[in-house]
């Protein structure tokens, strides 16, 4: 069975400041690769997502992510943050050939001050 | 932008009591899930759907629940004899056929708070 971790639960940043949010997964077959944001009173937004090809994905709002398999890892960045960018950021998985269930990690709350 | 709905938006019951959670997905999706979040845990897969029948679910999704499809537009989640353990945020999904069935549309959740 998959499993995700996202080391940080919080994450405050100033305006401007670049941003990582880390995810770390486990499976023992080949996994497409999400990230979700949850803005306040909202469902979950597909940012990014990996399935194969260019280990470098671009999203929306600016954000982009790097599948890194020998580290089994999926950061999402960004260059320069907003403060609209204040949101909880899930990290996803689904198991290649799985109905394509997702496994969630438990989330990053980015706060960005001005 | 089409989008995925869900009522309520908060639900509270007494347990023991049966609910019905109901979601109206993107009309063109043909693929349905279910997730919930306790608070302070991980999303979680409750369950998926296609074409009329259940494709895969999880531990959680015991006897207690069931899914249905009653017309061409809901989607139903039912917890038949609620427990204090079934209090959380239930979100719905949809995906269409094809090259982008991978990509789950969330709705905005049903939180379930039960006493």
């Known amino acids: 069975a998959q499993s995700v971790t996202q080391l940080d639960s919080q994450v405050p940043v100033f305006e401007e400041a670049p941003v990582e949010l880390r995810c770390n997964y486990s499976s023992s077959v080949s996994v497409y690769l999400f990230w979700y944001v949850q803005y306040p009173n909202q469902g979950l937004q597909l940012l990014l997502k990996y399935l194969s090809g260019s280990t470098l994905v671009k999203g929306i709002n600016g954000f982009e992510a790097e599948f890194n398999k020998s580290q089994t890892s999926f950061h999402l960045r960004k260059p320069s943050v907003h403060i609209s960018d204040t949101a909880e950021y899930f990290c996803?998985?689904?198991?290649?050939?799985?109905?394509?269930?997702?496994?969630f990690g438990k989330g990053t709350l980015l706060t960005v001050n001005p | 932008e089409p989008e995925v709905t869900q009522t309520p938006s908060h639900q509270v019951t007494q347990m023991g009591q049966e609910v019905i959670l109901r979601c109206v997905p993107i009309s063109n999706h043909l693929y349905f899930y279910w997730y919930r979040q306790i608070l302070g845990q991980k999303v979680e897969f409750l369950v998926s759907?296609?074409?009329?029948?259940?494709?895969?679910k999880s531990e959680i999704f015991d006897d207690q629940f069931s899914v249905e499809r009653p017309d061409g537009s809901n989607f139903t989640l039912k917890i038949r004899s609620t427990k204090l353990e079934d209090s959380a945020m239930y979100f719905c999904a949809s995906s269409p056929a094809g090259r982008n069935t991978d990509t789950q549309y969330f709705g905005p959740g049903t939180r379930l708070t039960v006493l």
């Open positions: 759907f296609y074409n009329n029948e259940i494709s895969e």
């Open positions: 996803a998985v689904s198991e290649v050939g799985s109905n394509y269930k997702l496994t």
